[in-house]
């Protein structure tokens, strides 16, 4: 299986800093990696999917990119909705996730 | 709308079964893949097994495999996830998923069931 590594495990930040969340696989799958939000007690919600491509009605302030083995999400400008966890998953071969990055208010 | 509502999950002893359903509606469900996606209490998120649209192709996380089955009935709109030989490490909340075409793209979660595996 791949595996998926997040850094860091946990950021503090503060409304309007822009923050970068990495994630590495550990081989290459090409632009197949997608990042997810996740809220206390709420599922999983498709924010960028192929690296870059913005899903549906999620804000411009979400963005990606990377390609290969190596893949960033950034938020240009935090909100106060955007406290939460975030997770990279490869769907380059059977779908692995990255452990998780947890966003808190600094 | 898509709606993915998840049902069947509770508490079991060790070594026992459960079986999961997933009932989906808001879209075309016979014409997308799906899958279950299982998250342990306070920790991240371990994708489970996966069902093609039609053939009834499956797939299986090692942790899983030959104790869970997973099948679909596309005049139900119903996905399970029939589960036997449980332990606590399957102790988990459980969400099936809708694949965004024909990757393992999960771009539609059910709000999830909890499975509790304790005697």
């Known amino acids: 299986d791949i595996q998926m590594t997040q850094s860091p495990s946990s950021l503090s930040a503060s409304v309007g800093d822009r923050v970068t969340i990495t994630c590495r696989a550990s081989?290459?799958?090409?632009?197949?990696l997608n990042w997810y939000q996740q809220k206390p007690g709420k599922a999983p919600n498709l924010l960028i999917y192929d690296a870059s491509s913005l899903q549906g009605e999620v804000p411009s302030r979400f963005s990606g990119s990377g390609s290969g083995t190596d893949f960033t999400l950034t938020i240009s400008s935090l909100q106060p909705e955007d406290f939460a966890t975030y997770y990279c998953q490869q769907s380059y071969s059977t779908p692995t996730f990255g452990q998780g990055t947890k966003v808190e208010i600094k | 709308e898509v709606q993915l509502l998840e049902s069947g999950g509770g508490l079991v002893q060790p070594g026992g079964s459960l079986r999961l359903s997933c009932a989906a509606s808001?879209?075309?469900?016979?014409?997308?893949?799906m899958s279950w996606v299982r998250q342990a209490p306070g920790k991240g998120l371990e994708w489970v097994s996966g069902?093609?649209?039609?053939?009834?192709?499956?797939s299986y996380a090692d942790s899983v495999k030959g104790r869970f089955t997973i099948s679909r009935d596309n005049f139900k709109n119903t996905l399970y996830m029939q589960m036997n030989s449980l332990s606590a490490e399957d102790t988990a909340v459980y969400y099936c998923a809708k694949w965004r075409g024909d990757q393992s793209i999960f771009d539609y979660w059910g709000q999830g069931t909890l499975v509790t595996v304790s005697s």
């Open positions: 081989q290459s799958i090409s632009i197949y």
């Open positions: 808001g879209f075309t469900f016979s014409n997308y893949a």
């Open positions: 069902i093609s649209r039609s053939d009834g192709s499956t």
